[in-house]
């Protein structure tokens, strides 16, 4: 078996399916989720991977430090995190009070960086580790009705580039995705509340289509590998079938697909 790797937000959408792929690849998963892991778990098996859940809150500094030593004791620690767990806001900027801009920060932003200090420390004396974030291409570009959300994503990528400058030499790597829209959980309750369609994201995307989490999944899997991305550090990698390249206007982007 390979080393240790720890999935945040792994309940469901993609921090399930970069376990199971990770999982897959020969790695010790450990799943971590503010809900129960159970059926998580039972998932797996039924794909035929074992893995392992720990409940709890990425927002928390008790849990960060209570899972560190936990890996350390079990495991030897943790040579990949991956930083999955986020929540989405959309909300008009000028409604948007202090107290939702403080729930989404803390869990997309102080949460990695809570985990990363944590986890980092054992990476950083055995001198080898690799932290991947679930950024977003709102982390690379503003979408109105997102303030908290695209600040707090923006903070990720600024977080990750940090750390990989800090961390690089002392063989820790960190690296982000960026992926575009994914149909998971969070893309159901975000359409049901009437934000956006299916057709608004698939007129917007080159590829024409939404992620699937088996795309980002993929890129976290090669980020996390230190033999296949040895060299990558810093990276925010769009997973995103071009939407952050592609600056047509709507119509032109449309009539190049016939
Ligand atoms: N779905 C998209 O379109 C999309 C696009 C770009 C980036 N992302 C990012 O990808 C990541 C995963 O998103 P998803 O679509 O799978 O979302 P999801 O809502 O389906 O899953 C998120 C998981 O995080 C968990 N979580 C929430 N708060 C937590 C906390 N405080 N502690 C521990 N776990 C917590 C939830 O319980 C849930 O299981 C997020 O960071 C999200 O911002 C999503």
Not at 69 to 78: K, P, V
Not at 123 to 147: E, P, T
Not at 215 to 231: M, Q, T
Not at 236 to 250: I, N, R
Request: proline fraction near 3%; hydrophobic fraction near 45%.
């Amino acid at each position: 078996m390979r080393g240790t790797t720890v999935v945040t937000g792994a309940a469901q959408g993609v921090g399930l399916v970069t376990a199971r792929v990770l999982a897959q690849l020969g790695w010790r998963v450990v799943l971590t989720d503010l809900q129960p892991l159970a059926a998580a778990l039972e998932s797996l098996r039924e794909r035929g991977v074992e893995a392992i859940g720990i409940q709890g809150d990425v927002a928390s500094e008790e849990f960060a430090g209570s899972l560190a030593e936990r890996l350390e004791r079990d495991y030897g620690g943790a040579e990949v995190l991956v930083n999955n767990a986020g929540i989405s806001m959309i909300c008009p900027a000028e409604d948007t009070t202090a107290a939702q801009w403080r729930r989404v920060m803390d869990i997309n932003l102080l949460g990695p960086f809570l985990l990363s200090r944590h986890l980092g420390r054992g990476m950083l004396a055995r001198r080898r580790g690799s932290i991947v974030n679930v950024a977003s291409i709102a982390g690379l570009a503003g979408v109105s009705h997102r303030s908290a959300y695209n600040a707090s994503k923006h903070g990720l990528v600024g977080l990750t580039r940090t750390l990989a400058a800090e961390w690089g030499a002392r063989g820790v790597r960190v690296n982000a995705v960026c992926p575009g829209w994914i149909k998971t959980e969070m893309d159901v309750a975000d359409q049901g509340s009437g934000a956006y369609s299916d057709q608004d994201i698939i007129d917007r995307v080159p590829m024409a289509r939404f992620a699937r989490p088996e795309d980002v999944a993929e890129a976290i899997a090669w980020l996390a590998d230190r033999d296949k991305s040895a060299f990558v550090n810093g990276a925010c990698l769009p997973v995103d079938g071009g939407w952050t390249a592609d600056a047509s206007w709507d119509s032109l982007r449309v009539r190049t697909r016939t």
